[in-house]
């Protein structure tokens, strides 16, 4: 009895597997927001967590952003902010969430049929009892469930690189936001200047010391500042609700502060050297990683596909009928199985297997074409990367410092009576562009150091934009 | 205060050393000049004997006698010339300095010149105001080749006229002038002269000026108007030496002009003659006194005057402009102009902004700041009772009691004797505003011209 017990579960080993199997695809308690904080390890600041949907970690997140928001926000708190608040990245890992519901759908077995039948004729009632169910999908459960693994991976790979794309972004914005603000600061000083000028030289007008003619021309240069200083605030205005768009804040949330200056630029012996981009590139990036997910699916799903074409419908059913006799009330009982078993006449499988190689071909070249845009870009972003470093460092190390020796040189000479109040303001003027211009570059550097690191470990930053600055040449006004 | 010593002088001319012995063989050593201070009074070693002129920051070259001719070595060269303290100007001049040094000889003296062009460009060296074989006057390409850089010519001819005269470049003159290339030549009268006194004292100088970029060293050779640097012998006040007299001393001053504007020459305190030109001594009868003698460009001027007044006299071009160091001609007036609550706003974006003009420009003398590096203030200069509140063409005339005869030094600042001085008025202050005269019409601000009429209609009727 043990024995035949144990050869008929040996028998059934398989079915009790993809049975088993089947019972285990469950949907992921927290969306599958901790497999793709995997993937987001490192790539992210430290303790920078997605949004828990749940009423009491909302709340615990509310609280701490609350927290975060009491100082001026840097940029990894920036991020931090974003991650735990955008309702964009809530809204996009919902339906991560909703892809791997579908997925456990899926792998969840379909019911066995269960047909009842009852028959009478003259001399007997005959009742039918079959069990059925689709074989095929029972035996290949088993790599179904895998092939949905790789594609749920595949799934959480690309939500991943939208958290990292959604994080770069807020670094980008608040990069930007602080640097307008410090541009505003400049504007402003530069306003004040032509606003003194403009009323000196009125009041030189009043006196008779200056032609109407030489004060209207110091009253345009008043006039240029004023609309300058109006096109910065807008900037401003426009930079810092960016960020605070992708930050999730509103209202009095979005009154929050931001730092003075950008962060200083890093030590030349500190800069990431290009040597390792590509290969870096080609071993971290997730859209990498995902497409060859991808290619592991299409691949394995090619073999099977003629199998799958002709074999498909193969159906198992188990039937027990009754017919009893009416006179001798004797029954008779039948017992016995049925396959049904499609026979590959037309469609022996050649289409679906020629679908199943193009689009293995596809996914290959999918592969490739990544993999080369991913070595490109890590090229491209690097090269882009250390020039903005050259160029911020010649900014900051070379430009500000002539600026500066120019402005001293400028009262000196006015010291001499040598040049004019007004001379001595344009060439003022022309020191605080040279800072607004400075600044840029050092924005730019750091603007270029966030598409480095997507390009390099996390996915493709996008096109690559040239390094410009929308700073006017700034020229002294020379006498009047 | 600067080192003003005289007699330092000879010492301080020493021999070139850059110039190969062998090439100079034949030829007089040339005496070069380190010193822009005034060198004393050459008394002549040699030859026929004269009463030697005064240069004033400048010097007299020694010469050497060979075969009864008088024989000079002129360098032409760059140098770099102490403007003033502190500010040195490149400058093309000659052994060591700019203006070269003075030529001084005796009517009837035979003169070798011997000229070496050490520049990057030909030159040549016309003697103004000599009577000269026509081949020896120094117009290169006119009278003789251009001496090429590297070569040495020789000019050879007699003194023939007792006066005041200069030499200077006449090849690629508008750059060489620019760049400082003058100097005097003065001949003496040979024993008495009936049109020229015996004096005390005799100085020299030459009147140039540059426009030197502040911050700059190389004068802007292509300026023809604009300049900012105004000399006397290429120096500006307070670096000029003053004219030092002892009281009822006949005193000589010969002004020669170079640059290219006129300049009024003034003095304080006596009224001179002129006494001669480049064309020689003045006839008594066409002496009338004055005391302002216009220098033309190109002219030279000889005044005499008794110096019988004590004191520390102004003496300047009275063109007001020439008395100031370097300046900018685009500044607009200040005066008058209120600036309350503005100072402190432009010093938000230039924090050393200082408020100057709004009472003139007077507190500029007073004023210590920072300037461009190798330049001068505006007007600088001390006196016993303050700031001077000038600089360029300007110095002082010093006669005092006293002093000796060959006593050059300065004498320091003249002490008035008591109740000689102005001084402020103590009493009462008047009691009401006298009316104000004021011309009849237009009220203040009002529109004074009218705009011309283009209306046809209007021009029917004329």
């Not at chain 1, 920036?78 to 579908?102: H, T, W």
């Not at chain 2, 911050?215 to 023809?224: I, S």
């Amino acid at each position: 009895m043990a024995s035949t017990l144990t050869r008929t579960t040996t028998r059934l080993s398989p079915l009790l597997a993809a049975l088993v199997l089947a019972g285990c695809a469950s949907v992921a308690p927290d969306g599958l927001r901790s497999a793709v904080g995997e993937h987001t390890e490192g790539r992210l600041p430290s303790q920078a967590t997605l949004a828990d949907p749940s009423p009491t970690a909302r709340a615990q997140a509310q609280q701490q952003i609350a927290a975060w928001l009491q100082q001026p926000v840097d940029a990894d708190n920036a991020v931090r902010i974003a991650l735990l608040n955008s309702p964009a990245l809530e809204a996009q890992m919902a339906a991560l969430g909703m892809q791997d519901a579908q997925r456990v759908q899926a792998l969840t077995l379909p019911n066995p049929t269960l047909t009842l039948g009852r028959f009478v004729n003259g001399h007997e009632r005959e009742i039918e009892r079959q069990l059925s169910f689709g074989l095929v999908s029972l035996i290949t459960l088993p790599w179904r469930a895998r092939w949905q693994g790789w594609q749920m991976e595949q799934a959480t790979l690309t939500a991943a690189q939208q958290v990292l794309l959604h994080a770069a972004d807020t670094r980008r914005a608040w990069l930007r936001a602080v640097a307008a603000q410090q541009s505003l600061q400049t504007a402003q000083t530069m306003h004040e200047a032509a606003a003194a000028g403009g009323e000196l030289a009125r009041r030189m007008a009043r006196v008779g010391n200056f032609s109407k003619l030489e004060q209207a021309q110091e009253l345009r240069v008043q006039q240029e500042a004023a609309a300058h200083l109006a096109r910065t605030r807008l900037n401003a205005a426009l930079e810092r609700e960016q960020l605070a768009r992708l930050m999730g804040l509103w209202g009095p949330q979005a009154g929050f502060a931001l730092p003075a200056a950008l962060p200083p630029l890093p030590q030349a012996e500190a800069l990431r050297g290009g040597e390792d981009a590509e290969a870096t590139a080609l071993r971290e990036r997730l859209d990498l990683r995902a497409l060859r997910r991808d290619l592991d699916t299409t691949a394995e799903r090619h073999g099977f596909a003629r199998v799958g074409a002709i074999f498909g419908d193969i159906g198992a059913s188990y039937s027990r009928n009754t017919a009893t006799e009416r006179g001798t009330r004797h029954d008779d009982v039948t017992r016995g199985w049925e396959l049904d078993i499609p026979l590959p006449i037309f469609d022996w499988g050649g289409a679906a297997s020629g679908a199943a190689r193009a689009n293995l071909q596809r996914s290959a070249a999918q592969l490739r074409d990544t993999a080369l845009r991913a070595r490109s870009e890590a090229r491209s972003h690097w090269q882009r990367y250390r020039t903005a470093y050259d160029l911020a460092q010649q900014q900051r190390s070379e430009v500000l410092p002539l600026a500066q020796f120019m402005q001293d040189e400028a009262v000196y000479r006015y010291n001499g009576m040598f040049i004019s109040t007004w001379q001595l303001l344009a060439q003022a003027r022309a020191t605080a562009q040279a800072v607004a211009t400075a600044t840029e570059a050092q924005r730019d550097f750091w603007l270029a150091e966030v598409d480095l690191q997507l390009a390099l470990t996390s996915t493709s930053p996008g096109a690559t934009p040239t390094l410009a600055t929308s700073a006017a040449p700034a020229t002294t006004e020379q006498g009047h | 205060m600067q080192r003003r010593t005289f007699f330092t002088g000879a010492a301080a001319a020493v021999a070139a050393t850059s110039v190969s012995r062998v090439a100079m063989a034949a030829l007089p050593e040339p005496i070069s000049q380190a010193s822009a201070d005034t060198a004393a009074p050459l008394l002549p070693p040699n030859g026929r004997p004269y009463h030697p002129v005064v240069t004033l920051n400048g010097w007299t070259t020694p010469w050497r006698m060979n075969a009864g001719v008088k024989e000079f070595h002129l360098v032409a060269e760059p140098v770099v010339r102490e403007v003033a303290p502190g500010f040195f100007v490149n400058m093309w001049g000659y052994n060591g300095q700019s203006p070269g040094p003075t030529i001084e000889v005796v009517e009837g003296d035979r003169v070798r010149i011997f000229v070496t062009n050490r520049l990057p460009e030909n030159t040549t060296i016309h003697w103004h105001g000599q009577r000269l074989p026509n081949g020896m006057d120094g117009v290169g390409g006119l009278n003789q080749p251009h001496i090429p850089p590297g070569k040495t010519y020789v000019y050879e001819f007699q003194a023939r006229r007792p006066g005041t005269f200069m030499y200077h470049p006449h090849s690629d003159e508008m750059v060489q002038m620019a760049m400082g290339m003058m100097g005097l030549w003065i001949t003496h009268p040979k024993g008495k002269h009936p049109l020229i006194a015996d004096v005390q004292r005799d100085y020299a100088f030459l009147l140039s000026a540059y426009d030197v970029e502040p911050g700059a060293m190389t004068p802007r050779v292509n300026e023809m108007t604009d300049f900012n640097i105004w000399t006397f012998n290429s120096r500006a006040f307070p670096a000029i030496t003053p004219l030092v007299a002892r009281q009822n001393d006949r005193v000589r001053i010969r002004v020669g002009n170079l640059s290219m504007t006129n300049h009024p020459i003034h003095i304080h305190g006596h009224e001179f003659e002129v006494t001669g030109t480049d064309g020689g001594p003045t006839p008594k009868g066409s002496r009338w006194p004055e005391v302002t003698a216009d220098v033309a460009v190109g002219q030279m001027r000889q005044v005499e005057l008794i110096a019988d007044e004590p004191g520390d006299w102004a003496f300047h071009c009275h063109k007001s402009h020439h008395t100031m160091g370097a300046m900018g001609h685009d500044v607009p007036t200040m005066i008058g102009i209120d600036h309350s609550g503005l100072v402190g706003k432009i010093q938000k974006i230039v924090p050393d902004y200082m408020l100057m003009g709004e009472r003139g420009m007077g507190d500029m003398g007073a004023m210590q700041m920072p300037l461009p590096e190798n330049t001068f203030p505006m007007m600088a200069g001390k006196g016993p009772f303050g700031a001077i509140e000038m600089g360029g063409m300007f110095t002082s005339f010093k006669v005092r009691q006293n002093l000796g005869a060959h006593d050059y030094r300065d004498p320091g600042w003249y002490q008035p004797p008591k109740g000689t001085t102005a001084y402020e008025w103590q009493g009462a202050p008047l009691a009401s505003q006298a009316p104000r005269q004021t011309a009849p019409g237009k009220a203040p601000g009002a529109p004074s011209v009218r705009k011309p009429h283009t209306d046809a209609a209007d021009h029917a009727h004329h």
